[in-house]
């Protein structure tokens, strides 16, 4: 399956030499070919990441003009995954970079129109519902200091009805209107939705998760649409993502742990992970949404939250996938080399290790150094929604601001 993604032929590690690349003390210039990455590769970081910056800031210019400007202010898709809350998004992130209060003030802008376009909307969840809509305009609105419009945006929330029928996963389901409950909690205050809300929702999850899954063997299952997932979007990553973010009874933690071990003894020979339980025989995709990526993000939570090396040892073999088949040819966050870096960043933010830093660093500076002629040339995928957040340059975008202050990266609408 080589064609889903280039061989990564870029060193696993290079050492930062600072003294050797005096051409790039001001003003690194990407070209194509090998030896314009490789000299983007030994860049000092301080070099790199104001580079990184100026080439996310005009990113970002150029997404709010084709999913802003051209449109004339009209919302087609509001959503946060491959809509114009996916813009609003990338300008709050900017915000929080750069403190230009002209992108949050623009970000407010964006909700409001998002809001009217997703009044009639049924789904509930941050990156694909009025969740979203509702907690980043509360959250845009806490920071402009306009207590009218926090006022409107948190009952707005509050009006948010969960369907009985509704799945548990990310995208559509449960967590993913909890992952909302804690966006406005942790800018908001811990109380702003209280466990009277989310706790509720949480034993909702667990329950259907033990009616389907095996107590000895998994237990801990769900199914969307038929099939048993186990990645970020769908399946059982994302689940146990979110709910390692709630408060869990002892048993209920336990039953965390252990659909995590069970997915790790469970995983490829080649270290990859598979996309569902129907897709055990099939060890194609490297992806946020299927696959070692998101599965590896979530493991980084596991050894963080339970101080456990089990996790942390399975993080980083899943990372070795990553590594090697995760360079895709596709940009975005949600199935692309973008949100494949931020596997390394999460590594990085736990261990220190700077080895982690640099493959964050290689799998954006390839980005920077190669996307927009790849995808020029018709060799990488610019996404079916091009500028969006999800799949398409917005992605990119949010990771080069986020490798501006590496430490501090979470993978957009998924870390806190
Ligand atoms: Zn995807």
Redesign the pocket.
């Known amino acids: 399956m080589a064609d889903r993604f280039f061989p990564n032929v870029m060193p696993d590690f290079i050492a930062e030499t600072p003294a050797s690349s005096p051409s790039y003390e001001s003003e690194p210039e990407a070209g194509p070919g090998t030896d314009s990455l490789m000299r983007l590769l030994s860049t000092p970081y301080p070099v790199l990441s104001q580079h990184v910056k100026r080439a996310a800031l005009d990113l970002k210019e150029t997404i709010v003009i084709e999913t802003w400007g051209v449109t004339g202010q009209r919302v087609h898709d509001f959503t946060l995954y491959a809509g114009t809350l996916g813009t609003a998004f990338l300008l709050f992130k900017a915000y929080q970079v750069t403190n230009n209060t002209n992108d949050l003030t623009l970000c407010s802008q964006i909700v409001k129109a998002c809001d009217s376009a997703s009044l009639g909307s049924r789904d509930v969840t941050f990156i694909c519902g009025r969740g979203g809509v509702c907690a980043l305009g509360a959250v845009a609105a806490k920071y402009a200091g306009d207590e009218r419009a926090l006022s409107y945006y948190l009952a707005q929330f509050k009006e948010i009805k969960l369907p009985k029928n509704l799945p548990d996963e990310l995208l559509y389901g449960r967590v993913g209107y909890l992952w909302a409950c804690l966006f406005l909690n942790k800018h908001l205050g811990e109380e702003m939705i209280p466990s009277s809300i989310t706790r509720p929702v949480v034993s909702e999850i667990i329950k259907n998760g033990r009616a389907l899954g095996k107590k000895e063997k998994c237990p801990l299952m769900f199914e969307w649409y038929g099939e048993r997932y186990w990645g970020a979007?769908h399946g059982l990553a994302g689940i146990m993502h979110v709910l390692m973010d709630m408060e869990l009874k002892p048993d209920e933690v336990e039953d965390v742990k252990g659909t995590l071990r069970y997915m790790i003894s469970n995983h490829f020979p080649s270290g990859n992970y598979p996309a569902s339980e129907e897709d055990k025989g099939r060890d194609v995709l490297v992806?946020?949404?299927?696959g070692a990526p998101g599965i590896a993000l979530t493991l980084v939570k596991a050894a963080k939250i339970f101080s456990a090396q089990e996790f942390l040892k399975a993080a980083i073999d899943a990372s070795e996938v990553v590594w090697n088949r995760g360079l895709l040819k596709r940009v975005g966050i949600?199935?692309g080399i973008s949100g494949n870096a931020y596997v390394f960043l999460s590594l990085y933010q736990l261990t220190g290790n700077v080895e982690f830093l640099y493959r964050a660093k290689a799998f954006s500076c390839f980005l920077l150094d190669r996307a927009h002629k790849l995808m020029s040339q018709g060799e990488m995928h610019g996404g079916d929604s091009h500028y969006s957040l999800f799949e398409g340059i917005g992605g990119m975008a949010y990771l080069f601001l986020d490798m501006v202050e590496p430490f501090e990266a979470k993978f957009p609408a998924y870390d806190l």
């Not at 992806?287 to 299927?290: K, T």
């Open positions: 979007a992806h946020w949404c299927h949600c199935h």
